[in-house]
């Protein structure tokens, strides 16, 4: 019963009108983020193969990695999913169509993790407000993400340093805050240096989606690239796909290693190729371990809890979703009822 009840709901969507675009694949789309220098003259980056390679477990020989046109021996292992957290914040500033649109993306968003992720929910309005604490509970985020409302005025740093607290210290664990807005931050009480550094030593990643008609000032994209991350500017007619590339991204990503030979500046290239699909990523980093540049998560930042490196990506379009899907009603519906199809044994459904 719980199928046909998704099957009429997408049903209703064909004739109601689409905010979503499929986008054409972009097979060399590879990401390459958090580059390692501390352990110098150990360098460890964290990368996200293309996107057509993303579901597949790939081998360490699919990896490659030259340093000043030298190719180095590498080591690579996949991140564990199970250790990622993430803190979705959103702008309640836009107007009514676009917040509806990017309700819907942060939706299909939450419907894509795996069981077992902590997500956290923030308002980005001024004050920022923490709708939903860091819960493994993803059908309380997807009602959550419905029951966002529209509020003036928008404190985007103060939102990000909230949504980093949320993320608690753990073994393996991942740090990643996805930040949606419309606009340059208006009213936060904190700066953006003093944002970088304290997510720095945190180790938590930033991804940005912002809308390409907003007024940012490129300081997302400064924050996203500092952090570790992506930052992209997107049409609203893309919200979705956006949401799904940084999805992919985060749910597949490898640790790539190899001991470096030169020092100062040096231009890396990081390349991923396995069934004829292939990615490639140049990039220029500093072979200099610098004191007091650790990452380790939950260093010495004040935690607000209980009151107390990216380069710029463009990001494929997903599939379209329609506007039926973003009434309040239908969001909590098809987030409980998609959740629960997943989580229930197979054994129950074939039952039914």
Do not use: C, W
């Not at 902590?118 to 819960?135: F, H, K, S, W």
């Not at 997302?220 to 997107?234: M, Q």
């Not at 010495?300 to 899907?325: C, H, N, Q, T």
């Amino acid at each position: 019963m719980k199928r046909v009840i998704l099957v009429a709901l997408v049903g209703l969507s064909v004739s109601a009108p689409a905010f979503g675009v499929v986008a054409p694949e972009v097979p060399g789309d590879l990401v390459v983020s958090k580059v390692d220098t501390t352990h110098y003259p150990q360098v460890t980056m964290v990368v996200a193969p293309p996107r057509l390679l993303a579901p597949r477990d790939l081998p360490a020989d699919a990896f490659s990695v030259t340093e000043n046109g030298e190719r180095r021996e590498v080591n690579v292992a996949r991140l564990p999913n199970s250790g990622l957290q993430i803190a979705l914040v959103l702008d309640p500033t836009v107007p009514p169509e676009l917040f509806r649109a990017a309700q819907g993306a942060a939706l299909d968003f939450v419907l894509r993790l795996p069981i077992g992720t902590r997500v956290a929910l923030i308002d980005a309005g001024a004050p920022p407000e923490v709708t939903l604490p860091a819960t493994t509970d993803l059908v309380a985020a997807t009602r959550a993400v419905g029951d966002l409302t529209r509020r003036p005025d928008r404190a985007i740093y103060d939102a990000v340093r909230r949504a980093d607290a949320e993320l608690t210290p753990a073994s393996q664990a991942r740090h990643t805050v996805v930040v949606f807005t419309g606009g340059r931050d208006r009213s936060s009480s904190i700066t953006l240096d003093a944002l970088k550094r304290r997510l720095t030593v945190r180790g938590t990643s930033v991804y940005a989606i912002e809308l390409s008609g907003g007024d940012t000032g490129g300081a997302l994209a400064t924050l996203a690239a500092g952090a570790g991350g992506e930052s992209v500017r997107v049409a609203s007619t893309e919200l979705v796909g956006a949401y799904q590339r940084v999805a992919d991204v985060l749910l597949n990503q490898y640790r790539v290693s190899f001991a470096a030979r030169s020092r100062g500046r040096a231009q890396l290239s990081v390349g991923v190729a396995a069934d004829g699909i292939s990615g490639e990523r140049s990039l220029g980093v500093e072979l200099t371990a610098l004191e007091g540049t650790s990452r380790r998560a939950g260093g010495a930042v004040p935690s607000e809890r209980g009151g107390g490196r990216a380069v710029a990506e463009p990001l494929a379009a997903g599939v379209a979703i329609a506007m039926a899907l973003l009434a309040g009603g239908l969001l909590v519906l098809l987030g409980r009822a998609g959740l629960r199809a997943r989580s229930t044994p197979s054994s129950q459904r074939s039952a039914r």
